[in-house]
């Protein structure tokens, strides 16, 4: 996979994506979902922003200083995410 100078993959997705849906830590609640190409996160309290692909598990967002990893179980299935935004926050799958 070519990534540019700007470590994104392009638009959309690298894959097909497993929609995590929602996803909780210890403060806010992510919700993920799909407009069209475009994976998008809510944190709860905040505005709508488009999460753009370096890989396959890995994601940032261009508005903030900010990058997100989904992690998978050994079937592909994400369990979590870890927010990388002044440190690193886990939030699990809730649904």
């Known amino acids: ?5 700007n470590n994104s993959v392009g638009a959309g997705f690298p894959r097909p994506h497993p929609l995590p849906g929602r996803l909780g830590g210890e403060n806010p609640l992510f919700t993920m979902t799909r407009e069209g190409d475009s994976l998008m996160t809510q944190a709860t309290g905040q505005p709508k922003f488009e ?18 990893t ?15 935004q002044r440190g690193d926050q886990k ?3 809730i649904k």
């Open 51 to 68: 999460l753009f692909p370096e890989s396959e598990t890995k994601f940032f967002l261009k508005i903030v200083d900010a990058q997100v």
């Open 1 to 5: 996979m070519n990534i540019n100078c």
């Open 70 to 84: 989904f992690v998978n179980d050994d079937k592909g299935a994400v369990t979590h995410l870890i927010l990388h």
């Open 91 to 93: 939030a699990k799958k």
